[in-house]
């Protein structure tokens, strides 16, 4: 279907579709009754895009009211909420971040909706640095239990650190501090937790190699922390700058791409269903 660049040795990607031109510059993904959601980055318009059936082109747009696209970077989602991450910082000129909190139950069949919360937070070890030399950047928000966990993107080192966000704390500025920092061993653009294998599946890509490539990791979470010594770490057999990642039934997961300049948006889905159950 695609124009691609494969590599040996790789995970399969089932490409089901080219992403509708609007969503060029998809980058999370949520799953609602079954609905596929999503958003653009980078000072897209405030907007979330439900897609059709056949993901090939948009069924809903729901303005984000009293909200501002300044670099909405994932999705997340507990039983009740949607968590918008107006998280990027690739230019470090930001001390963290903005998360929108929206009910889901409003999303039914809106034009328009009015985030339930909005939660503030800064980084307590911020350090000022250049545009893609540092370690300020995220582009990855999941909930593990009642926590909003953030990761980021390490331009510097391409390692990525944790961070903790609550949920119900909107009244305030929350000054976050890592409690991790995990060799990813490049950048990290989306994660999705699992519940039922305690598993965090992260997406991402390497910088500095030629055309690059994308990777994904899985790593299991252990008293409330990931354990990285159980992480699977593999490269994807389709080259492209996958942005957003959702377990999507068991042992599957949804990936979505950006526009770039071999490939149009491209959404499909990594069977890891093996990669659980044998850990290699």
């Given at each position: 279907?695609?124009?691609?660049?494969?590599?040996?040795?790789?995970?399969?990607?089932?490409?089901?579709?080219?992403?509708?031109?609007?969503l060029?510059?998809?980058?999370?993904?949520?799953?609602?009754?079954?609905?596929?959601?999503?958003?653009?980055?980078?000072?897209?318009?405030?907007?979330l895009?439900?897609?059709?059936?056949?993901?090939t082109?948009?069924?809903?747009?729901?303005?984000?009211?009293?909200?501002?696209?300044?670099?909405?970077?994932?999705?997340?989602?507990?039983?009740?909420?949607?968590?918008?991450?107006?998280?990027?910082?690739?230019?470090?000129?930001?001390?963290?971040?903005?998360?929108?909190?929206?009910?889901?139950?409003?999303?039914?069949?809106q034009?328009?909706?009015?985030?339930?919360?909005?939660?503030?937070?800064?980084?307590?070890?911020?350090?000022?640095?250049?545009?893609?030399?540092?370690?300020?950047?995220?582009?990855?928000?999941t909930?593990?239990?009642?926590?909003?966990?953030?990761?980021?993107?390490?331009?510097?080192d391409?390692n990525?650190?944790?961070?903790?966000?609550?949920?119900?704390?909107?009244?305030?500025?929350?000054?976050?501090?890592?409690?991790?920092?995990?060799?990813?061993?490049?950048?990290?653009?989306?994660?999705?937790?699992?519940?039922?294998?305690?598993t965090?599946a992260?997406?991402?890509?390497?910088?500095?190699?030629?055309?690059?490539?994308?990777?994904?990791?899985?790593?299991?979470?252990?008293?409330?922390e990931?354990?990285?010594?159980?992480g699977?770490?593999?490269?994807?057999?389709?080259y492209?700058?996958?942005?957003?990642?959702?377990?999507?039934?068991?042992?599957?997961?949804?990936?979505?791409?950006?526009?770039?300049?071999?490939?149009?948006?491209?959404?499909?889905?990594?069977?890891?269903?093996?990669?659980?159950?044998t850990?290699?």
């Amino acid at each position: 279907m695609a124009a691609t660049y494969f590599v040996r040795n790789t995970l399969y990607v089932d490409i089901l579709a080219y992403m509708p031109k609007k969503l060029s510059e998809t980058s999370g993904l949520a799953i609602i009754d079954g609905d596929i959601w999503t958003q653009n980055d980078t000072y897209g318009q405030n907007k979330l895009y439900r897609l059709n059936h056949d993901l090939t082109a948009i069924a809903q747009k729901v303005k984000i009211n009293k909200s501002l696209n300044r670099d909405w970077e994932d999705l997340a989602q507990d039983q009740q909420y949607l968590y918008i991450g107006d998280i990027g910082n690739n230019l470090a000129k930001r001390k963290g971040g903005v998360i929108y909190k929206v009910a889901k139950s409003q999303l039914s069949h809106q034009q328009v909706v009015t985030p339930t919360a909005v939660l503030n937070y800064q980084y307590t070890d911020f350090k000022k640095g250049w545009f893609n030399k540092h370690n300020f950047d995220s582009e990855a928000i999941t909930i593990v239990g009642d926590q909003l966990w953030l990761f980021t993107k390490n331009w510097k080192d391409e390692n990525t650190k944790l961070y903790r966000i609550n949920t119900s704390i909107v009244d305030k500025m929350q000054y976050v501090k890592p409690v991790a920092e995990y060799p990813s061993k490049g950048l990290i653009t989306g994660v999705d937790y699992d519940p039922q294998t305690a598993t965090l599946a992260f997406i991402g890509y390497r910088k500095n190699m030629y055309l690059g490539y994308s990777f994904i990791w899985l790593v299991k979470v252990k008293n409330n922390e990931p354990d990285w010594s159980t992480g699977i770490y593999k490269r994807l057999g389709i080259y492209s700058q996958w942005e957003a990642i959702h377990w999507y039934g068991q042992g599957r997961l949804l990936i979505t791409a950006e526009r770039n300049p071999l490939n149009k948006a491209l959404i499909g889905i990594v069977d890891v269903q093996k990669l659980l159950d044998t850990g290699e």
